[in-house]
Nanobody, 133 residues
Framework: EVQLQASGGGLVQAGGSLTLSCTAS????????IAWFRQAPGKEREGVSA????????YYKDFVKGRSTISIDDARNTVYLQMDNLKSEDTAVYYC??????????????????????????WGQGTLVTVSS
């Protein structure tokens, strides 16, 4: 059974940093796109960042570009999202999701995940990030 466990959220002051973790069980991250999403109260779930294991490519939405780093620890089967210089508008529940890239180009897979998160079937349970101003 494919499972994802997201953790690392918490309360942080504006300008601070957090590192979120997404650990997989039941499968390995080989040939997968692993993406972070967030959902603020009353808003749609939106993509934040992604990494594709087939080619090591990293993707960032403009609103986190330059202040976030996504990385993977193959030994721990864990993807990390380090977020720096956090802003109040970063307050949201953060989720991780995974899609295989064996049937489709990794970049296309990430684009599809970001455009249509409702179609993703493998989600972690979410971790709350609260940024106080």
């Amino acid at each position: 059974e494919v499972q994802l466990q997201a953790s690392g959220g918490g309360l942080v002051q504006a300008g601070g940093s957090l590192t979120l973790s997404c650990t997989a069980s039941g499968f390995r991250f080989d040939n997968y796109a692993i993406a972070w999403f967030r959902q603020a109260p009353g808003k749609e779930r939106e993509g934040v960042s992604a990494i594709t294991t087939a080619d090591g490519a990293r993707y960032y939405k403009d609103f986190v570009k330059g202040r976030s780093t996504i990385s993977i620890d193959d030994a721990r089967n864990t993807v990390y999202l380090q977020m720096d210089n956090l802003k109040s508008e970063d307050t949201a529940v953060y989720y991780c999701a995974a899609e295989t890239t064996t049937r489709r180009d990794p970049a296309i897979t990430v684009g599809t995940m970001f455009r249509a998160p409702h179609a993703i079937t493998s989600w972690g349970q979410g971790t709350l990030v609260t940024v106080s101003s």
